[in-house]
T-cell receptor, first 115, second 112 residues
């Protein structure tokens, strides 16, 4: 499976500021996925990032709040903008792997606390 | 609509006893089903998957899962639980595209 490096692993941020999370994969992948895991809850897909095109956002998530970059086939960033305490969550990037291409590999996650 | 249900928020089991973590699903078409585990302060780790074939799927760390089409279930099992198995377990289904739908998670606590 692919190996994903995600950073930072955790951060405490002031409300109104922005944080950019980086995700590096050790192999080229077509799609990268960004998830949010709110405290005590399941995973919710934020958006899908394809290289060379704009990210596709799920219902309830918008580009102004969660801008995503995908400059090449091994790297992506997610920015959480104008943060509020409600944004406190774990943010995870993932890729699909294997032949057939079923199964996710996840990064170790970014634990964000907004104060 | 595709959905996954994990009816138990928490499962407690004594070390050495068999464990079962339940998962039921609702999908149109053939289901692609997965189990993931999340240890504290870690990302999710893949345990096993069912795509097609044998209904009993074997995965990492001695875990296995049984696909039951008539009951639309995909329960996770292990014959003998270890304290180190204590973690949060997620069942997931691929919805026919590239998207995965995750259950709400079940916290497994193995008691020494």
């Amino acid at each position: 499976s692919a190996v994903i490096s995600q950073k930072p692993s955790r951060d405490i941020c002031q409300r109104g500021t922005s944080l950019t999370i980086q995700c590096q994969v050790d192999s080229q992948v077509t799609m990268m996925f960004w998830y949010r895991q709110q405290p005590g809850q399941s995973l919710t897909l934020i958006a899908t990032a394809n290289q060379g095109s704009e990210a596709t956002y799920e219902s309830g998530f918008v580009i102004d709040k969660f801008p995503i970059s995908r400059p090449n086939l091994t790297f992506s960033t997610l920015t959480v903008s104008n943060m509020s305490p409600e944004d406190s969550s774990i943010y995870l990037c993932s890729v699909e792997w294997g032949q057939p291409r079923y199964g996710y590999t996840f990064g170790s996650g970014t634990r964000l606390t907004v104060v | 609509a595709q959905s996954v249900a994990q009816p138990e928020d928490q499962v407690n089991v004594a070390e050495g006893n068999p464990l079962t973590v339940k998962c039921t699903y609702s999908v149109s078409g053939n289901p692609y089903l997965f189990w993931y585990v999340q240890y504290p302060n870690r990302g999710l780790q893949f345990l096993l998957k069912y795509i097609t074939g044998d209904n009993l799927v074997k995965g990492s760390y001695g875990f296995e899962a049984e696909f039951n089409k008539s009951q639309t279930s995909f329960h996770l099992k292990k014959p003998s639980a270890l304290v180190s198995d204590s973690a949060l377990y997620f069942c997931a289904v691929r919805d026919g595209t590239y998207k995965y739908i995750f259950g709400t998670g079940t916290r497994l606590k193995v008691l020494a």
